[in-house]
């Protein structure tokens, strides 16, 4: 899981210095149910300005 993480983080980082389509964050859901619940927390955060 590490990795993947890593590799998460890279890709989000390269996505956002581009620039070209917004502004990216990655959020990991175990569980179908817990994607809404990490879809609505991204909302919120973008809301916020805090990505």
Known sequence: MARSRAAAERWVKAVNADGQYGRWQYGIARRPEE????????LETGRKGSL
Not at 35 to 42: F, H, P, S, Y
């Open 35 to 42: 994607v809404i619940e990490r879809l609505d927390a991204a």
